[in-house]
């Protein structure tokens, strides 16, 4: 490692609550000015911190690994592809964070082959060949593993943007299951295989059975709730929080301690709604909370932002000149969570350059908040409130 950004902010904005609330205060890191299509937020070497991979299109994908005076940024810069999203496991069980990247396929009309990054001994990531999840065909987007057939050995669920090739292959969402002690990965056919959707994706137990569930966001039709059936497929449920819905993107997380996953959705852009898992039936069929949005949303993360112990909902907004201008005048939201349950809007007040592309949390309280697209490189931040935060919402 050899460069370092210092926790020095940049910049300390106001933050004013629309609810009439005081102005809370948050710190704008800088982290690096780079393209981004996706992130792969993970603990990499193993010392209890979140460390930082935003990952798209650019010449030298790279890590920032966490310190206690900030990020420092990995001497290994990854070889340039057409590399999209990526997702971070112990894909050997070595005790070693490892990643999986999707490769595009030259708009989807040539060849591109997922890679595999192993963690060696030493720190150093090494790419391995004859993985079998290497989707030649696939116009890959975004991966995520899970453990599909709950035998503790990370799977792999790639989402891929269809198109129609003019060599016959198909450009599909595929699973791969892990084999040979995660050295190999196998396709499973399921009801996951197919055009169903690349937007998001996401892992979680939603019927508390104990194994890992899929929920994918279609950015041409509707999304997807899909249940393990524990017998190597999945059941799809449409609850109402799915019927009607377009989701720009969407999250599982317990927001009300009760220990079931509950649904965050970004509808349409437009609104931010909140569906408790009720545990049984459909799962998602009463709607808690409705946040409406002045702008576009195109990503959302939930943390405990302000410390005060409840469930806080960051969404990334970008106006919708921001493509051709390159300066984002659309202020992000943060819904805070309240004791009763609910959320009060708050709104950043901000004028970044680059697009808001996508947010990630860190340790459970910071928000990574990505600027830059797989077209234009742009400012990504590491946002921070302060632990004395929590006093000035504590009776909320």
């Known amino acids: 490692m050899k460069h370092r950004i210092t926790r020095l902010a940049l910049s300390i904005i106001s933050l004013a609550l629309v609810s009439g609330f005081a102005p809370m205060t948050y710190q704008a890191q800088l982290l690096e000015i780079a393209k981004g299509f996706g992130t792969a937020v993970a603990d990499y070497n193993a010392d209890g911190h979140d460390d930082v991979f935003v990952t798209g299109h650019d010449q030298q994908d790279h890590i920032w690994y966490w310190t206690a ?56 990531f090494v790419k391995t060949a004859h993985h079998g999840a290497e989707d030649r065909y696939g116009s890959s987007r975004r991966p995520i593993f899970f453990d599909f057939n709950h035998d ?74 899909l249940l393990n ?23 599982l997380q317990d927001l009300n301690q009760d220990g079931q996953l509950d649904l965050i959705s970004l509808v349409d852009g437009t609104a931010v709604e909140v569906w408790l898992n009720s545990g049984n039936g459909q799962y998602f069929e009463n709607r808690l909370f409705v946040g409406k949005l002045a702008q576009p949303g195109k990503s959302l993360t939930v943390g405990d932002f302000n410390h005060d112990g409840r469930p806080d909902i960051y969404v990334a907004l970008a106006d919708k000149s921001c493509k051709n201008t390159l300066h984002d005048q659309a202020d992000d939201v943060v819904f805070w969570g309240r004791k009763d349950g609910l959320w009060d809007k708050g709104q950043l007040e901000q004028g970044y350059d680059g697009c808001g592309h996508e947010v990630q949390t860190l340790d459970g309280d910071k928000v990574l908040l990505v600027n830059g697209t797989s077209k234009k490189p742009g400012p990504n931040y590491v946002l921070s409130w302060s632990q004395n935060q929590a006093a000035e919402t504590a009776d909320r």
């Open 69 to 124: 005076n900030g990020y420092e940024e990995a001497e290994q810069k990854l070889e340039h592809v057409d590399r999209h999203d990526c997702d971070a496991a112990d894909v050997d069980r070595d005790g070693r964070m490892d990643f999986y990247c999707a490769v595009g396929a030259e708009k989807g009309q040539g060849i591109g082959l997922n890679e595999l990054w192993m963690q060696q001994a030493d720190g150093i």
């Open 229 to 251: 059936n524990r017998a190597g497929d999945f059941k799809s449920i449409t609850p109402p929080a799915v019927v009607g819905k377009h989701w720009i993107w969407a999250q």
């Open 152 to 225: 503790g050995w990370p799977d792999i669920y790639m989402t891929d943007e269809w198109h129609d090739r003019t060599d016959g292959h198909e450009s599909i969402n595929r699973l791969f299951v892990s084999s040979q002690r995660g050295q190999h990965f196998d396709e499973v056919q399921t009801i996951a295989t197919g055009s169903i959707g690349w937007g998001c994706v996401a892992k979680g137990d939603i019927d508390g059975d104990g194994w890992d569930d899929l929920l994918i966001c279609n950015d041409d039709g509707p999304s997807s709730l």
